[in-house]
C-alpha cells in the first residue's frame, strides 16, 4: 500500500504563498499529482508532473502553482504563489490516476 504524507499547509491572507510537501512510498516511475477538495466540492487535480519531470495544471492555478519532485528524496512539492480565497481547501498527494488510498491531506486557508 502505497504511503503518502503531506505537509506544509497553513492559512495565509490573499496574495501569499505556501510550499506543500509530500513524501510517498510509491516508486519514482509514476506520475504524482496535487489534488484539492474544497467544501461541499469533488475532488480535483489540480497539478501533476511525471517522472521525467513534464507537468500539467488545472486552468485554475496554471502561472501561479508550480509543481516539482525530488526523486532522490521520493517528495513531491507543490508551490504556491498569488493565492486565492478560492484556493482554499484540503490539500492531497497521490499518484495519477490516483490509488484508492489517500493521506491525511493538509488545509490550505487563505483570508481574503
Known amino acids: 500500500q502505497v504511503q503518502l504524507v503531506e505537509s506544509g499547509g497553513g492559512t495565509v491572507q490573499a496574495g501569499g504563498s505556501l510550499r506543500l510537501s509530500c513524501a510517498t512510498s510509491?516508486?519514482?516511475?509514476?506520475?504524482r499529482g496535487w489534488f484539492r477538495q474544497a467544501p461541499g466540492k469533488q475532488r480535483e487535480l489540480v497539478a501533476s508532473i511525471t517522472s521525467g519531470r513534464s507537468t500539467n495544471y488545472a486552468d485554475s492555478v496554471k502561472g501561479r502553482f508550480t509543481i516539482s519532485r525530488d526523486n532522490a528524496k521520493n517528495t513531491v512539492y507543490l508551490q504556491m504563489n498569488s493565492l486565492k480565497p478560492e484556493d482554499t481547501a484540503v490539500y492531497y498527494c497521490n499518484l495519477v490516476p490516483p490509488r484508492d488510498s489517500w493521506g491525511q491531506g493538509t488545509q490550505v486557508t487563505v483570508s481574503s
Open positions: 510509491a516508486f519514482v516511475i509514476y506520475t
